[in-house]
């Protein structure tokens, strides 16, 4: 135990003393950026504190909407208007298309196959093709309708049978549950975790364990010094659940492979055709990783979305009174949210888009980085610069959005601002060539969920009066509710 404790003394030394030479020996780059004097060896890490989407959004305040801090020994642009995402995300796309690889992505060799921090080459290009033909395409989503709509009755089951005991129900984990076993159903024709029972499935336990491990401050991504000993562990517990995910799919592939013939014709399906097509195009670790990508992308995204847009919900009962009497109208009280109903439903439209605006569920999208020095609005940003494009300070700037910190669905009524990447000050899901490719998928999921919960319960707070919950929030690689939302499922009159 000595040993490491002195090794891992040596290292931070080491680190400190190269970041303090760096400092103080190297005169400040020309045209930088606005931002924060950054301290000896630290830079500017202690400004961050635990909600650094909300720190840095006060800081642009001072410096301006394009900001440049040091971060120990990283570097980081930080963007907090409109105007300058589509600088970065429209107009400089291309420069700005790199990714920013967390030191924990890198277990397992993930990031070397994954779409989501791949470089945008051909290998991006053709993973990026197969998930915009054969799954996330307008005719591919329409062929698994049925089984987006068999797990939101499961949903509703499940708490009716909580109504009925007079259980509360922890929406958050319901939603993961059935977001879950929809992707499942999606991809492998099968539930991975009980869709009735709180008691969650190694798998389910599997991504829990990712997403806290990704959401946690790393400091070997301030001080790389430090990645030959992962002073917190987190590269070494993230190759364990990596490692065992890949179990997991490689046990499902060969019972598929193992079939005679396969009468699922899902995207495993899908994926091995191609795959035996094409060897060059993609093999079992690139389908491997793209299935990997869609749990952990996917599940913490919308359950997270659910669960803020049911708070606000309580918290305004009048929204939630209007909503419910418009679904009564075109669906029918007590009935199923289908997903032909979602274009006949707009204040439900409205409700989704506004809490996507005030909750982004990746407050900071998935940062970037860039290869070459790129000149930004009259200011050089120097190569291996960090990019974080802050949504959440987007959606609650208050030069865009009047009441910018209240909850008003009505705001979309009568504008034309989407989520789809067109519109910068609306931006939950990116924009761009490296926008969330389950975007389709996303906005089908929140509606018809969300729908069906309001559609088929009246809902009580769990011991809590409306006005007494809260929506402090939680920062990590998704923006969770800090408190998980329990609420009482009423059978409806």
């Not at 305004?316 to 199923?336: D, F, R, S, Y």
């Not at 018809?448 to 309001?454: D, F, R």
Request: glycine fraction near 6%; include cysteine; charged fraction near 25%.
């Amino acid at each position: 135990m000595e040993f490491v404790v002195i090794a891992i003394g040596l290292f931070l030394f080491n680190a400190l003393f190269g970041a303090a030479l760096t400092i103080f020996s190297l005169r400040k780059p020309k045209n930088l950026p606005p931002g924060p004097t950054p301290l000896p060896i630290i830079g500017s890490l202690h400004l961050l504190g635990d909600k650094p989407h909300q720190s840095l959004a006060k800081l642009s305040k001072i410096y301006g909407p394009i900001m440049f801090l040091k971060l120990g020994r990283a570097t980081a642009l930080v963007i907090s208007s409109a105007a300058a995402a589509k600088e970065v995300l429209q107009k400089q796309d291309l420069a700005f298309s790199s990714r920013h690889i967390p030191d924990a992505v890198t277990a397992h060799n993930q990031s070397l196959h994954s779409v989501v921090w791949l470089p945008v080459a051909t290998q991006w290009r053709i993973l990026r093709r197969i998930l915009n033909t054969n799954i996330f395409s307008s005719s591919s989503l329409d062929a698994n309708q049925h089984l987006r709509s068999l797990k939101v009755q499961e949903l509703v089951a499940y708490c009716r049978k909580a109504s009925q005991s007079g259980d509360s129900v922890n929406i958050s984990r319901a939603a993961f549950r059935t977001t879950l076993n929809l992707l499942s159903n999606t991809l492998f024709s099968k539930d991975l975790t009980d869709p009735y029972e709180d008691s969650g499935k190694e798998f389910k336990e599997l991504v829990d364990n990712i997403m806290v491990e990704a959401g946690k401050p790393n400091l070997v991504d301030f001080f790389p010094v430090l990645k030959k000993i992962d002073p917190q562990g987190i590269r070494r517990r993230m190759t364990n659940y990596f490692g065992r995910i890949n179990e997991i799919f490689e046990e499902l592939i060969e019972e598929r492979l193992g079939m005679s013939e396969s009468k699922h014709d899902d995207v495993l399906d899908v994926c091995l055709k191609i795959s035996r097509e094409n060897p060059d195009e993609i093999n079992r670790t690139h389908i491997k990783s793209l299935f990997l990508d869609l749990f952990v992308a996917g599940n913490d995204t919308t359950s997270n979305t659910l669960e803020w847009a049911m708070t606000e919900l309580l918290r305004n009962p009048h929204i939630m009174t209007k909503a419910k009497k418009e679904l009564e109208q075109v669906v029918g009280k007590g009935k199923i949210v289908e997903e032909s109903h979602i274009s006949k439903l707009p204040y439900l439209g409205c409700i989704v888009k506004e809490t996507l605006r005030i909750h982004p569920p990746v407050p900071f999208l998935i940062p970037r980085k860039i290869q070459i020095d790129v000149k930004l609005n009259g200011y050089i940003v120097p190569k291996g610069t960090q990019v974080l494009v802050n949504a959440w300070a987007i959606g609650r700037d208050t030069t865009l959005w009047d009441n910018s910190m209240k909850f008003i669905p009505e705001r979309f009524l009568t504008s034309s601002l989407d989520v789809r990447g067109r519109d910068f000050e609306l931006i939950p899901f990116g924009a761009g060539r490296r926008i969330c490719p389950g975007l389709p998928l996303a906005v089908r999921i929140l509606h018809v969920m969300l729908g069906s919960l309001l559609n088929n319960f009246d809902w009580k707070p769990d011991g809590l009066g409306h006005d007494d919950l809260d929506i402090n929030e939680k920062f990590g690689i998704t923006l969770q509710k800090a408190n998980p939302l329990c609420v009482l499922p009423v059978p409806l009159n």
